[in-house]
C-alpha cells in the first residue's frame, strides 16, 4: 500500500469482552489490547513476573520492573533510605542529567511547578482526618557509607494542634545527623504554627529556646519543652 494507514482490526461485537494481541515464547507472555469488561481501558501487560523495557534509538530510556517500580537511568532498583516506586539514577558521564526532575509551569498567571507531599488516615483515594503530631511529608537527605544510604538530614512537615474542616495546622521539624558510628537523625529546630521557632542546644526538651516576633522584633525566651 502507497498511501494511508494500514490497520489491523480486531473487533468485538459484545458488550464486556476484551480484544488484546498476544505475543509469547519459551520465556514470557505479553498482551496488550481492550480489557475484558465495559470500561473501554487500554490494557498492557505480562502474565510473568517480567520487565518491562522502554528504549529509544536503541538504549534504554526507562523500565517497569518486575515488582512493579518504575526505573529511569537505571535497570536494577537501589536502595538509598526507603525502597521508592519511583527511583531515578544519573552519573558523572552522559547520563548524568538522568537524577534531575524538573517541574516547570508556562503561562502568564503567577505560579510554578509544584511538588506535593500529602497524609490521610483513610486507605487509599479517601480522605480521613489525620490527628496532631501526625507526619504529613517528610524531605531526606540520604549518603551512601559505602554499603549503604544513610540519612544525613531530614525535614518533616507535622500536624501542629488540632485539625479538621478547612483546618489544618503544621509545623516544620529539621532533623541533622551528628558524627559518630551509627548515629540517627535529632531534631535541631522547629517552626510551630504561630510561627514560633524553637531551636535546640544539646537536649531539644531541655535546652531550647523559642524565637517569636513580639514587640515588633526576635525575642529569645529560655524554654522548658519544645
Known amino acids: 500500500q502507497s498511501s494511508g494507514n494500514i490497520n489491523l482490526e480486531l473487533h468485538s461485537s459484545t458488550s464486556g469482552r476484551g480484544t488484546q494481541t498476544k505475543t509469547h515464547n519459551d520465556h514470557a507472555t ?3 489490547g481492550l480489557a475484558g469488561d465495559t470500561t473501554g481501558d487500554y490494557i498492557y501487560y505480562t502474565a510473568d513476573a517480567k520487565n518491562h523495557v522502554f528504549s529509544t534509538s536503541n538504549s534504554e530510556a526507562m523500565r517497569i520492573d518486575s515488582s512493579g517500580k518504575l526505573l529511569v537511568g537505571t535497570t536494577s532498583s537501589f536502595l538509598m533510605g526507603r525502597p ?14 538522568n537524577a534531575f526532575i524538573n517541574a516547570t509551569r508556562f503561562g502568564t498567571v503567577s505560579g510554578g511547578g509544584e511538588l506535593t507531599l500529602g497524609a490521610s488516615y483513610g486507605s487509599n483515594g479517601n480522605h480521613g482526618l489525620i490527628p496532631n503530631g501526625f507526619q504529613m511529608g517528610q524531605v531526606s537527605f540520604v549518603g551512601s557509607d559505602g554499603n549503604n544510604g544513610r540519612y544525613a538530614a531530614l525535614i518533616n512537615c507535622e500536624v501542629d494542634g488540632t485539625s479538621g ?10 532533623m541533622t545527623t551528628s558524627s559518630g558510628s551509627g548515629a540517627n537523625p535529632t531534631e535541631r529546630m522547629r517552626i510551630h504554627s504561630d510561627g514560633t521557632i524553637s531551636m535546640a542546644m544539646g537536649s531539644f526538651t531541655d535546652k531550647s529556646v523559642a524565637l517569636n516576633s513580639s514587640n515588633g522584633g526576635f525575642v529569645v525566651t529560655p524554654e522548658g519543652g519544645a
Open 84 to 97: 521508592g516506586a519511583i527511583q531515578v539514577a544519573g552519573g558523572t558521564g552522559a547520563g548524568a542529567n
Open 30 to 32: 505479553f498482551f496488550h
Open 165 to 174: 474542616t478547612n483546618v489544618m495546622p503544621g509545623r516544620f521539624v529539621f
